[in-house]
């Protein structure tokens, strides 16, 4: 009996689609529970070190507009992302309730930063400085006076700083980025 060339097609395209799933499903399941916990926590660890680099900026009984005006050496905030602003505020509330970094780290949800993980790592063009809205002579010489007062190493604006191990996980574990993604828009709500 001669088999057609169709049916041969037919079976070559099917056998395709059944090993198309089978490493669908397979690297599925190497996007655990323990990976979903971990940055989670890295989100809430950037958080803790990002208000941390705000410290200095920050005086008591300031509004959020002066802390901003503080922090970037104007006024005019239009020209930042959501996201950056987002972060912002996230950062001025915390400092105006005195909010412990342990604290952080074990309450934070991680909505902010995982919209700034999105828009720094899946925008090819974006940058930390283009979080913030700042031009490049801000970015040079924004109140870098006020870094030298800092603990850490990372400055306020380097996200990709504070967020250092989740970029490195993210870079290890290119083959599960849709999934990652999908996981830091489930966070954003």
């Known amino acids: 009996m001669k088999i057609s060339k169709y049916c041969r097609i037919s079976k070559w395209i099917t056998a395709f689609f059944v090993l198309f ?3 669908i499903h397979a690297q ?3 996007f655990s529970n323990a ?3 971990f940055i989670k926590n890295e989100l809430s660890i950037g958080m803790a070190s990002f208000v941390d680099a705000l410290k200095p ?3 008591e009984g300031m509004n959020e507009e002066a802390f901003v005006e503080n922090l970037l050496g104007r006024q005019e905030v239009n020209d930042i992302p959501a996201e950056g602003k987002a972060l912002l505020k ?3 509330y915390y400092l105006e309730k005195g909010v412990a970094s342990k604290d952080i780290i074990d309450t934070d949800p991680g909505k902010e930063m995982a919209a700034a993980v999105i828009f720094l790592r899946f925008n090819s063009n974006k940058s930390d400085k283009d979080l913030f809205g700042l031009d490049e002579n801000e970015f040079i010489q924004n109140n870098l006076y006020k870094d030298s007062k800092m603990k850490k ?3 306020w604006y380097q ?3 504070h967020l250092q191990n989740l970029f490195d996980f993210l870079d290890r574990n290119w083959d599960i980025i849709v999934r ?3 996981f830091l828009i489930e966070i954003l709500g």
């Open 90 to 92: 996230k950062g001025f």
């Open 35 to 37: 990976d979903r916990s």
């Open 28 to 30: 599925q399941q190497k």
């Open 180 to 182: 990652v993604v999908v």
């Open 57 to 59: 900026y920050y005086e």
């Open 153 to 155: 190493k990372c400055r």
């Open 21 to 23: 799933a089978i490493q």
């Open 159 to 161: 996200i990709g700083c």
